[in-house]
């Protein structure tokens, strides 16, 4: 009898778990393996031909050279900017640091495709608010800022993606033991001294994994090289792919998948880097004595270090959601903008026409389906993880890490090579091909705060129930779901919410009917409908905001997107 409860309380627990991990190697490994393959077979043949195929065309190699030299340029920016905001947020007097730190990270907050198409509006040369502004205030007779640019580019990612590596760089300012800058002041350095010959070496690998992320996240975006980026003829790798998918047939597929093979071969070695660089920066800036270091007085030099903080945020946030706000507004582009010309009408097709209504619902639906299943899964991949000492309990884990490094495009061709009926199961152009591309990519950021939480409940409680004879489910429910309710609550969140507007794998696998809110939107945008295009940028933005504020309220300012 004994033997039996303890065999059906394991099998519970197991199959479970099995369960979870099959559907990681059937929607992860095997699209993944498969996309590989793919790209080295031409004519049932195994052989390199697509590649030289591929990479014999200029405009591709254009597209590799501009998707590593924007890269390169967004990451040099963006630890540029965000290493003294980082260090004037997190380890200075500088006033109002809390309200700096949440506006900084805000931008990573906003789709950065919205983002683009608030620069596109500010910084159009035509017709842009910001540039009007300028020509009108020093009297030029030509636009000084051209948005449709390599420099544009740049400067649109690096806002959306530097607070990859402020937050990276912050938060191992805030936890580096403070001995060895105490040393430096009491021999007499100067604060200045001291941050570039202790603070910035001992940061050096945090700067470089931070840099990293930002890195191959600007390498992986397709929304703005796509609004910003294509109108001025400036290729990138993810651009190039969709421009081959959309040509339909197997050799677009087969070309395509060559580049998305070669992008995802970049991100995931660029990840093994950064998973590298964060264990040497643990080891060497973080110690058990303190994690409390010392702020530095800027004294004379605080209120203008609070302005420049000011003016950037001023220009990274404030004013493009302002700008795209005022448009959803004006009632006529034609006219000057003014009291007169600011209307809700331009509101009311959006918010009364089915085919808005659909597409938001549409989002809210599979954003839901996504966030519940994947929760579910990453409850037990957590507890596989920190809870049992079963070998290879790492490997579910390092899967679930694999589809979140790998990028949006990558993910998405696979699964269409993979799911459209060459196994005997065709799920393209359906709600469930989405809700998995959407698992593939998010389900890492509920792990990892699942797991966080996990770590913190005493095995004992779990050990007490289950020698009183609960099953183990009933263990979970009972005991362990409660005391981490509030994590779980946040990685429900943190899957729904860039699932609600992603972009770039939706454009891909969207049907007639699965149309999301991302992809209507960017359908407006590329067909110069602004107008409608910012209303429904509002109503997105007005939603993640909803989103990320209950975020923060159950995880108490600790976590948020």
């Known amino acids: 009898m004994g033997k039996s409860f303890i065999f059906s309380r394991i099998n519970s627990k197991f199959i479970i778990i099995s369960f979870s991990v099959i559907l990681l190697l059937v929607f992860i490994v095997f699209p993944m393996l498969n996309l590989i393959q793919s790209s080295f077979i031409v004519d049932g043949q195994l052989h390199l031909e697509s590649y030289k195929e591929v990479y014999a065309k200029s405009v591709n190699w254009r597209a590799l050279t501009n998707t590593l030299q924007l890269s390169f340029a967004v990451m040099i920016c963006s630890i540029i900017i965000t290493l ?87 938060r191992a ?51 703005i090289p796509a609004i910003v980026g294509m109108p001025a003829n400036i290729e990138v790798m993810t651009t190039r792919i969709v421009t081959y998918v959309y040509m339909g047939d197997g050799k677009g597929i ?50 203008p270090a609070f302005a420049l903080v000011s003016f950037y945020s001023l220009i990274s946030i404030i004013i493009p959601i302002i700008s795209i706000l005022i448009t959803s507004l004006i009632g006529s582009l034609s006219k000057p903008i003014n009291l007169d010309n600011l209307t809700f009408d331009s ?61 949006s495009i990558v993910i998405a061709l696979a699964l269409i090579i993979t799911f459209s009926g060459n196994f005997g199961l065709n799920l393209y152009g359906t709600a469930a091909i989405l809700i998995i591309s959407y698992l593939v990519k998010y389900l890492t950021m509920s792990v990892r705060t699942i797991s966080a939480s996990l770590n913190q409940v005493h095995i004992s409680l779990e050990e007490a129930a289950l020698s009183s004879g609960a099953s183990w489910i009933r263990c979970c429910k009972d005991i362990i779901l409660p005391l981490i309710a509030p994590s779980v609550v946040a990685g429900w969140f943190l899957i729904f919410m860039p699932s609600f507007y992603e972009l770039t794998m939706s454009l891909l696998l969207y049907g007639s009917d699965t149309r999301t809110v991302g992809v209507l939107l960017y359908d407006l945008q590329t067909y110069a409908d602004t107008q409608n295009a910012s209303v429904l940028s509002v109503i997105i933005l007005i939603i993640v905001l909803v989103g990320n504020l209950i975020l923060n309220k159950v995880s108490k300012g600790n976590i948020g997107i």
């Open 84 to 170: 003294p905001l980082a260090w004037l947020v997190g380890r200075t007097d500088l006033p109002g640091k809390k309200v700096f730190r949440t506006i900084l990270v805000a931008s990573y907050m906003i789709p950065p495709y919205v983002g683009a198409i608030a620069w596109v509006q500010l910084l159009n040369p035509s017709v842009g608010y910001m540039n009007s502004i300028l020509k009108w205030m020093f009297a030029l007779s030509k636009s000084p800022f051209d948005i449709y640019t390599m420099g544009g580019l740049v400067w649109v990612m690096t806002l959306f993606y530097s607070p990859f590596a402020f937050i990276t760089i912050s």
């Open 173 to 223: 300012m805030e936890k580096m033991d403070p001995t060895l800058e105490e040393a430096s002041r009491i021999a007499g350095a100067s604060p200045l001294r001291t941050l570039w010959d202790v603070t910035l070496p001992l940061m050096a690998p945090s700067i470089l994994a931070g840099g990293l992320l930002v890195f191959i996240s600007a390498g992986s975006c397709f929304g």
């Open 254 to 303: 087969r070309d395509a998948t060559a580049l998305a093979a070669s992008l995802m071969v970049l991100a995931n070695g660029l990840l093994f880097s950064i998973t590298w660089l964060l264990g040497r920066k643990e080891y060497t800036t973080i110690s058990g004595k303190s994690t409390r270091p010392n702020i530095v007085e800027l004294r004379s030099w605080k209120w």
């Open 347 to 407: 509101w009311k097709p959006v918010i009364t026409s089915s085919q808005y209504l659909e597409t938001i619902w549409n989002s809210l639906h599979y954003a839901t389906v996504a966030a519940t299943v994947g929760t579910f899964i990453a409850i037990f991949i957590a507890y596989l993880l920190v809870k049992t000492k079963a070998k290879g309990r790492s490997i579910p884990d390092s899967l679930v890490t694999l589809g979140g490094a790998t990028p």
